[in-house]
């Protein structure tokens, strides 16, 4: 019995170890140096302090809906109570008193799960292995998704739980009659929506898939693939995921009012819609950017710096920066976002002739889902008028990645030399990009000339 486990699990390690080392990496980069940058930094000022304020029963305001918080102080408690940290009460409840890596290892865990995470959403969506292994390491390396994981912030749980929602949700469509597959996509695209409001996107994506589905099999349109959808999808899940979604997201509230008594649910919602609909800065934020920069890479952010002599290196003095920017892959933003206008091109010209052939494949519906969800969390920041950065682009970017990794897996298989050159040369100038900006990724100690050499543009600085 021992021997043939001890089979068993050397088979699943030969078949999935290129997945098992992606993962692996995915952990190491985000763990590496997690307490080093001292905190709090960023906006780390904001929501470890708001869970300690909620952990010690005081009332603290928020511009977004309290799970981000509940989780941070989730980070802080389970790490106060290991038996060599201070407990809560000795810190006195400050931030100044607690360990950085407090509330920065539960998102640095959120973060390395999402390489598995996006694995499963792509042997859902497009069963190919060698898609689903390119958007893993897609999602492993990216330096905005990689830098959220890493700090005390809450844009890496609003990742998480959209694309973990996405996942339950594609089973759901593929499965008739499962029941636990439309609860577990309602919590969580639920609690997405309870982490920031932009999860509405990931909803949003949910909804307009299956009612597209609804609508072209009422229109008489055939599917190649049966198996890729269920009745239930169309028939019966509808209704239910919108409700139970809007249900979990009010749920959420639950803990929070539970402390403050004296408000209600109109009134919070409408403090928090008066932030995001009319707060707009006299004076602009010096990270700001608009949202048709963000797949362009103009202004990354930075989070973390600090500059010190050191005669050390090269036996002379010279200025030593330690800073850390949510700077993503250049390379892999680049060229995903071409892999999205070629993939809605191609979708517009398949469109045409579905038409006429009342035919959807399973190409179709990729290509379908994947503009729509790209679409459906990007164009919605057009509409904003309050300051916005590079990080909300990080759901959108992640379809994107999706894309890039379609079109270089029809490479791959590609019989062509030429596919198979273009494939590789994108992917090592990934690997070089990620290896060339990774010190602004991990914060590590870099000479001034080496930072400059890195800020390839004025307004990366």
């Known amino acids: 019995m021992k021997e043939q486990r001890l089979i068993n699990i050397k088979s699943l390690v030969e078949r999935n170890y290129i997945l098992i080392l992606l993962v692996t990496l995915g952990i190491f980069l985000r763990f590496f140096n997690l307490g080093v940058i001292p905190g709090p930094a960023f906006d780390e000022v904001y929501y470890p302090v708001f869970a300690l304020d909620f952990l010690s029963g005081k009332d603290y305001f928020s511009v977004h809906p309290p799970v981000g918080v509940y989780l941070t102080s989730i980070s802080i408690y389970l790490y106060s109570v290991l038996p060599w940290t201070d407990s809560l009460i000795s810190t006195g409840f400050e931030i100044e008193n607690l360990s950085s890596i407090s509330y920065r290892w539960l998102p640095a865990v959120v973060g390395s799960s999402l390489t598995y995470i996006a694995y499963l959403v792509c042997l859902q969506i497009h069963s190919n292995k060698n898609f689903a292994l390119l958007v893993a390491f897609y999602f492993c390396v990216d330096g905005s998704m990689l830098v959220d994981s890493r700090f005390g912030l809450i844009n890496i749980y609003l990742v998480f739980f959209g694309f973990l929602g996405l996942l339950f949700f594609l089973r759901m469509i593929k499965t008739t009659g499962n029941s636990w597959h439309l609860l577990l996509s309602s919590l969580c695209l639920g609690l997405a929506i309870a982490v920031k409001w932009n999860g509405l996107g990931f909803l949003a994506v949910a909804v307009c898939f299956m009612l597209f589905l609804s609508f072209t099999r009422l229109r008489g349109y055939k599917f190649t693939t049966e198996e890729v959808i269920g009745e239930y999808s169309q028939r019966k899940a509808l209704i239910p995921l919108i409700a139970l979604t809007t249900l979990v997201y009010f749920a959420a509230w639950g803990p929070y009012f539970s402390k403050v008594g004296e408000m209600d649910y109109l009134d919070k919602h409408s403090q928090l819609l008066s932030f995001h609909a009319e707060n707009t800065d006299e004076k602009t934020h010096p990270y700001e950017s608009r949202w048709f920069t963000w797949p362009l890479v103009v202004r990354p952010m930075g989070y973390y710096f600090k500059s010190a002599e050191n005669s050390m290196i090269e036996l002379d003095e010279k200025t030593v920066f330690t800073s850390v920017h949510l700077l993503p892959n250049p390379v892999l933003y680049w060229c995903s976002f071409v892999a999205v206008i070629i993939l809605g091109g191609r979708l517009m010209l398949s469109t045409a002739k579905l038409i006429d052939s009342k035919?959807?494949?399973?190409?179709?519906?990729?290509?379908?889902?994947?503009?729509?969800?790209?679409?459906?969390?990007?164009?919605?920041?057009?509409?904003?008028?309050?300051?916005?950065?590079?990080?909300?682009?990080?759901?959108?970017?992640?379809?994107?990645?999706?894309?890039?990794?379609?079109?270089?897996?029809?490479?791959?298989?590609?019989?062509?030399?030429?596919?198979?050159?273009?494939?590789?040369?994108?992917?090592?100038?990934?690997?070089?990009?990620?290896?060339?900006?990774?010190?602004?990724?991990?914060?590590?100690?870099?000479?001034?000339?080496?930072?400059?050499?890195?800020?390839?543009?004025?307004?990366?600085?």
């Open 359 to 461: 035919l959807i494949d399973s190409n179709y519906l990729f290509m379908f889902f994947v503009t729509l969800g790209y679409l459906g969390n990007f164009l919605p920041w057009s509409l904003v008028s309050r300051s916005t950065f590079i990080y909300h682009y990080q759901p959108s970017s992640g379809f994107a990645f999706l894309a890039l990794a379609f079109l270089i897996t029809e490479l791959i298989e590609d019989k062509k030399q030429f596919g198979s050159q273009l494939y590789l040369l994108i992917l090592i100038m990934i690997c070089l990009s990620g290896f060339y900006w990774i010190p602004l990724q991990l914060g590590l100690s870099i000479t001034s000339d080496y930072f400059y050499g890195l800020m390839w543009f004025k307004s990366w600085i």
